[in-house]
């Protein structure tokens, strides 16, 4: 069973920076996709930025130029750089973590950190 231990969360005034970091633990395939996700208001979470490990990085429209995700498949880290951060960004992230491929792909949770940008 993968473990996916985050940190980094807390609270910063807007404007400001945070960065997140997330690990994985156990298991035995690579992972294909790293990424964050946040709670959102709409029910189901919502995408932030993903990286494959070929390289490739999506990011959500309103966090493009502002956040940046790296990952580092050898040590199963990746991180996510949020600079500029704005109030509407406040919410629970979490990282997530793709092993396997196809029908055989499955997609692994952390906890969820807090993230407050707030004066």
């Known amino acids: 069973q993968v473990r996916l231990e985050e940190s980094g969360g807390g609270l910063v005034q807007p404007g400001g920076s945070l960065r997140l970091s997330c690990k994985a633990f156990g298991g035995e395939g690579a992972i294909n996709v790293m990424g964050w996700y946040r709670r959102g208001s709409g029910g189901q979470r919502d995408l932030v930025a993903s990286i494959e490990s070929g390289g490739s990085t999506k990011y959500a429209d309103s966090v493009k130029g502002r956040f940046t995700i790296s990952g580092d498949n050898t040590k199963n880290t990746w991180s996510l750089q949020m600079n500029s951060l704005k109030p509407e960004d406040t919410d629970i992230y979490y990282c997530?973590?793709?092993?396997?491929?196809?029908?055989?792909?499955?997609?692994?949770w952390g906890q969820g950190t807090q993230v407050t940008a707030s004066p």
């Open positions: 997530t973590a793709d092993i396997g491929t196809g029908p055989y792909a499955v997609r692994f």
